[in-house]
C-alpha cells in the first residue's frame, strides 16, 4: 500500500493513515495475510517518502503516532499483519544527523556516519573540482555533490546513489548499525510485524570507493 494514493480519511486530497485503517475490513475480505506499507515517516518528499528525515515518527501529511497505533491494532484485530518499509541506505539531506555532519565539517565524527570523501582535482590550482570516483546516481547525473559549494576550507563531496537530497550512510561505521538496531527496535517495540529492507544490496560500498568499470546508472561492484 502507497498510503499517499490509497485512501484519504480526512478529505484533504491526500490519502493517509485513517482512510486506510477505514478499508483494513475490505481488505481483510481479500483474504491476504497482511499489507507492506510503503514510507509514511517525516520526509520533504523529494523521491516519494524514501528520504526520511525521522525514522521513528509519521509524516503529518499522513496523520499522527496515534492514528499508526490504531490502525496497527485493527489490522492485528482482523488477523493483519503489518510490515514497514524501511530505509537504510540513506536518509534525507533534512535528517538532523546530515544536518549535523554538514556543520561539523571535515574530520568530524558527524561526517563518519556518511560518505564525505576529498574530491578529485582536474589541475594543481583547481583542488577538488571533480567529484572522488565516476560513480553515477541511480536517478541520472554523478552520485556526488559538494558538501559547501564554493567553500574554500571545506572541499568534500558527499555520496549519494539516488537524488542529492538522499545521502547514503555509511555501513562501515559501527555507529550506523547501532543507530538503525534502535529504529528497528522502536517499530518492533510497537507491535509490527515485519520489514522489508530498501536497497539491501547497496549498503556497504566497494572498500576505498573506485571508479566503476563503466559509468553505469547503477553502481558497479558496491559490495566489498
Known sequence: VYPRSFA????????????????????????VDGIW????????????????????????????????????????SLGLRILLDVVPNHCSSAHPMFRQAL???????????FHFVEGRSSSPDSPSDLPPNNWQSVFGGRAWSRASPGSQTDTEWYLHLFSAGQPDWNWRNPAVGDYFENVLRFWFDKG?????????????????????????????????
Do not use: W
Open 8 to 31: 484519504d480519511g480526512n478529505g484533504d486530497g491526500v490519502g493517509d493513515l485513517a482512510g486506510l485503517t477505514a478499508r483494513l475490513p475490505y481488505i481483510a475480505s481479500l483474504g
Open 37 to 76: 506499507l510503503t514510507p509514511f515517516q517525516p520526509s520533504p518528499q523529494v523521491d516519494q517518502g524514501y528520504d526520511v528525515s525521522d525514522y521513528c515518527g509519521v509524516d503529518p501529511l499522513f496523520g499522527s503516532m496515534a492514528d499508526f497505533d490504531r490502525l496497527l491494532d485493527l489490522a492485528h
Open 103 to 113: 556543520a561539523a565539517g571535515p574530520g568530524s565524527k558527524e561526517r563518519e556516519l
Open 192 to 224: 509490527v510485524d515485519g520489514l522489508r529492507i530498501d536497497v539491501a544490496h547497496a549498503l556497504f560500498k566497494a572498500d576505498g570507493l573506485p571508479d566503476a568499470p563503466s559509468e553505469s546508472p547503477v553502481v558497479d561492484g558496491l559490495r566489498s
